[in-house]
């Protein structure tokens, strides 16, 4: 079956890196894009990046654009996202997700990891 | 990258039908056929319910239906359940993101 497990959540400090990863299996890896989402505490969700299947087409949203980067290791069936700079408003719930039809019906997600930014 | 309009909550009681409403722009909602929908309960993951603007996965529930007039995408629920109390997402693709809207909770009274 088809699962996907991030892991990398952490407390950081303000000005801090952090890096991210999706472990993907149950389905070809590398047959398609994925996602990641975040979810500050009690907001809704918001897409941040996504990744062609052979990462060659990458996306990012303008609150993260510059800061945090999104690869993929189709060898090793993983996503990572390497985050930078990062400041109190990049609290969240990070999800990895599926991408199964067209760019933004993601049909498979993670559990989420949780990262807080903090001093 | 502007965010798609959503109303903040909508309820009904059970076996009502309710409507949500999903505002975008010509850009994202009223150029491409690639809204989805999900439905998304406390602490959990969200779920996809509706892709493709009408489209409902393989084991959603056929109460779930999408629909889409220009640049304002709908999800009903018909015959309202109390486990379709949740918050509910649209998101539609666009050519430099994929912006989803506010949420809305469904309150099933």
């Known amino acids: 079956q088809v699962q996907l497990v991030e892991s990398g959540g952490a407390l950081v400090k303000p000005g801090g890196s952090l890096r991210l990863s999706c472990a993907a299996s149950g389905f070809t890896f590398s047959d398609y894009y994925m996602t990641w989402v975040r979810q500050a505490p009690g907001r809704g969700l918001e897409w941040i990046s996504y990744i062609s299947n052979t990462g060659g087409t990458i996306f990012y949203a303008d609150s993260v654009k510059g800061r945090f980067t999104i690869s993929r290791d189709n060898a090793k069936h993983s996503l990572y996202l390497q985050m930078n700079s990062l400041t109190a408003e990049d609290t969240a719930v990070y999800y990895c997700a599926r991408d199964f039809y067209g760019g933004s019906s993601f049909d498979y997600w993670g559990q989420g990891t949780l990262v807080t930014v903090s001093s | 990258q502007s965010a798609l309009t959503q109303p903040a909550s909508v309820s009904g009681s059970p076996g009502q039908s309710i409507t949500i409403s999903c505002t975008g722009t010509?850009?994202?909602?009223?150029?491409?056929?690639?809204v989805s929908w999900y439905q998304q309960h406390p602490g959990k993951a969200p779920k996809l319910i509706i892709y493709g603007d009408t489209k409902r996965p393989s084991g959603v529930s056929d109460r779930f239906s999408g629909s889409k007039s220009g640049s304002t995408a709908s999800l009903t629920i018909s015959g309202l359940r109390a486990e379709d109390e949740a918050y509910y997402y649209c998101c539609s693709y666009a050519p430099s993101g994929t912006p989803f809207g506010g949420g809305t909770k469904v309150t099933v009274l």
């Open positions: 010509g850009s994202d909602v009223g150029r491409y056929n690639l």
